[in-house]
């Protein structure tokens, strides 16, 4: 599968932003989606994950709450809508296909997973 993330820009702190996450190549809804994020100078971390048909979501505690994954499999599109953006948002996402155990995508210790190029989110005034 080949995913293209989408929807990064400049915003100020306490804005909105809304990624999406297009699959091709193979049906989307065989795959657990997930956003993750690096940071200048850190590893990549998880954000958010959602399973195949949509009943569960999972949140890093950073973002829950202010954070809302959701997937439309008809359009092969996942998406991550983020509110109440802060400077620590700062950071390179990048959305993941996983056809593993989503337990394994949420802990970040998946292998095998499937990347998008990465879309550059700016939090600053």
């Known amino acids: 599968v080949q995913l293209q993330a989408s929807g990064g820009g400049l915003v100020q702190p306490g804005g909105s932003l809304r990624l999406s996450c297009k699959a091709s190549g193979r049906t989307a809804s065989v795959y657990h989606m997930g956003w993750f994020r690096q940071a200048p100078g850190k590893e990549r971390q998880f954000v958010s994950a959602i399973t195949r048909g949509g009943s569960s979501t999972y949140y890093a505690d950073a973002v829950r709450g202010r954070f809302t994954i959701s997937r439309d499999n008809a359009k092969n599109t996942a998406y991550l809508q983020m509110n109440s953006l802060k400077p620590d948002d700062t950071a390179v996402y990048y959305c993941?296909?996983?056809?593993?155990?989503?337990?394994?995508?949420?802990?970040?210790?998946?292998?095998?997973?499937?990347w998008g190029q990465g879309t550059l989110v700016t939090v600053s005034s």
């Open positions: 993941a296909a996983y056809e593993g155990p989503v337990g394994a995508l949420v802990g970040n210790r998946a292998t095998s997973v499937s």
